[in-house]
Nanobody, 120 residues
Framework: QVQLAESGGGLVQPGGSLRLSCAASESIRNFNSMGWYRQAPGKQRELVGTISAGGDTNFADSVKGRFTISRSNAENTVYLQMNSLKPEDTAVYYC??????????????WGQGTQVTVSS
């Protein structure tokens, strides 16, 4: 069973930075893509950004130019670097990984989430 463990969340002032980590229990080369989602209180979970197996990234418009995603195959870890944080970035951030099972069906795996709070 795939396990994803997020870390790095916390309280930060507006304009500050945080880096989230997502460590996988198996080689991240096994996944078609990995990414980050977030869910604020009273809102639906939304995509933050993704990184493909080839390293291509994609971001929500709300975070473009402020957030970056990178991956370390050697450490089986994906990172979300968040700069110029705003109060509206406050949410629980979830790591996601996607791959195909033995029957080529798409399967999603999720971490437990890490809280990010942006406040003065």
């Amino acid at each position: 069973q795939v396990q994803l463990a997020e870390s790095g969340g916390g309280l930060v002032q507006p304009g500050g930075s945080l880096r989230l980590s997502c460590a996988a229990s198996e080689s991240i080369r096994n996944f078609n893509s990995m990414g980050w989602y977030r869910q604020a209180p009273g809102k639906q979970r939304e995509l933050v950004g993704t990184i493909s197996a080839g390293g291509d990234t994609n971001f929500a418009d709300s975070v473009k130019g402020r957030f970056t995603i990178s991956r370390s195959n050697a450490e089986n870890t994906v990172y979300l670097q968040m700069n110029s944080l705003k109060p509206e970035d406050t949410a629980v951030y979830y790591c996601n990984a996607k791959k195909k099972d033995a029957w080529f069906r798409a399967v999603d795996y999720w971490g437990q989430g890490t809280q990010v709070t942006v406040s003065s």
